[in-house]
């Protein structure tokens, strides 16, 4: 199914891969994320769209490959860590099946993305997580490490700072870390942080960072699709999951390390549910973190279901049958969807800058002023000002200052009221169209 995703391509660019691809260009030209642009993408993952840009430029099968090479390592990955710590009575590459099948849930969930970057990350964290569940081990490495993982994937990925407070939990609680160890993984959490925070430091831009990353999470949501989307596809294998757990605590013996295992999971599962309460891009791709924990209970469905029949059956639905429907059924929602990039019927080519949703003005122009997340910017530029933040965002206006500026909400409109030297340099062409003189 892969294959057929990537020779038929059939799904137009979205709305956040263009925006991806646009941060990634204004980086490369010597820009800085929040100091210079408004968006809430993750330090590293701006970082890593510098050079996917620097690389590929803005293709977007460069996107797919990568993203789908980010998914093999997850899945072998975690399989090994399934058979290392012998999460099942039997060593077996099925969860590498399930996993795979999972991540076709959605187009958008196999190619690049800062979640499924920071996911990488979280899976290395799990994995250490489940070697605590093995008696007699030396820890010391492995609870650094889990930090150092659990940090990595929020520098990826803002949103995942709800895992700290799941690394703590189940450390204490199912690991039994002492207090040393507990000290020793929140020092490997903080110090990814504490670097990316030196570097803001050093390029004079930490003050911007410390303002405008509190606000990624109390920007208004954009909410490409709805959960009813979702649980259309997705019920089959959530009841998998439900079955497949009953069955593992219920209708069979475990060991203690196996029990260990199952409530990190669960936990898991809880807590990678919560984030959807925070995140601001409601789309597929976001559910690439409950893989992990639905592919190890999905797991327990197969390993413990007595008539081979129904197995058989569920496996060559979930396998084979979940990509096939989900690729008919997310063809049909392109053209009534608003998180596809739709082609519009002027054109404009140079350095533009959008103060809107529509970001179809950039697929023949770059992005060229500050404001990138629309709805992010906004909630930045209607906070009270001083003096000195006044005088920030005058420099940061005039330091890039778009050739044309696209207004449909008359943000900048307003925000020209408040700059009469900054007002003198633009024209009205037309509605909500501004040009630089």
Request: no cysteine.
């Amino acid at each position: 199914m892969t294959i057929v995703y990537l020779t038929l391509n059939p799904f137009p660019i979205t709305n956040p891969q263009l925006m991806w691809m646009l941060l990634g260009e204004r980086l490369g030209q010597g820009y800085f994320l929040y100091q210079d642009i408004i968006d809430d993408n993750g330090p590293l993952s701006a970082g890593f769209f510098t050079f996917m840009d620097w690389t590929f430029g803005r293709n977007l099968f460069a996107y797919e490959v990568v993203g789908r090479v980010l998914i093999s390592l997850q899945i072998l990955y975690w399989n090994s860590m399934l058979i290392k710590f012998r999460a099942f009575d039997v060593n077996t590459y099925l969860p590498a099946i399930i996993m795979a099948a999972l991540f076709h849930f959605s187009f958008d969930m196999l190619s690049l993305s800062p979640v499924l970057l920071g996911s990488t990350f979280l899976i290395l964290a799990l994995g250490q997580l489940f070697s605590q569940t093995v008696l007699q081990k030396d820890t010391s490495e492995s609870t650094l490490l889990i930090g150092i993982y659990a940090g990595l994937a929020t520098g990826f990925n803002p949103n995942y700072i709800l895992f700290l407070p799941y690394m703590i939990f189940t450390g204490i609680a199912i690991s039994s870390f002492s207090f040393r160890q507990l000290m020793l993984s929140l020092v490997g959490y903080f110090l990814p942080l504490l670097l990316i925070s030196v570097f803001y430091f050093w390029n004079d831009g930490l003050e911007e960072a410390i303002q405008i990353w509190p606000l990624t999470f109390l920007s208004q949501k954009y909410e490409y699709q709805s959960l009813l989307n979702w649980l259309i596809i997705g019920i089959f294998p959530l009841f998998l999951a439900v079955v497949g757990y009953f069955m593992a605590t219920v209708l069979r013996g475990s060991t203690i390390n196996q029990q260990k295992q199952r409530q990190l999971i669960i936990i898991w599962l809880l807590f990678s549910v919560a984030e959807f309460f925070v995140i601001k891009k409601q789309a597929a791709y976001q559910l690439v973190i409950l893989i992990p924990g639905l592919t190890y209970l999905i797991t327990q469905f197969f390993l413990n279901i007595k008539k081979e029949f129904i197995g058989k059956i569920a496996f060559y639905l979930l396998v084979i049958g979940l990509p096939a429907f989900s690729f008919w059924y997310w063809q049909r929602t392109i053209n009534d969807s608003e998180y596809f990039v739709d082609k519009t019927d002027k054109e404009y080519t140079g350095n533009i800058l959008v103060l809107g949703d529509n970001l179809s003005p950039y697929l023949e122009s770059s992005l060229g002023g500050p404001f990138l997340n629309y709805r992010l910017s906004k909630l930045y530029l209607d906070q009270e000002r001083g003096l000195r933040e006044k005088a920030r965002l005058f420099q940061m206006l005039q330091k890039q200052k778009p050739a044309i500026v696209i207004d449909p909400n008359g943000d900048f409109e307003k925000l020209l009221k408040q700059f009469p030297a900054l007002e003198v340099q633009y024209s009205k062409t037309s509605t909500n169209i501004f040009k630089l003189k």
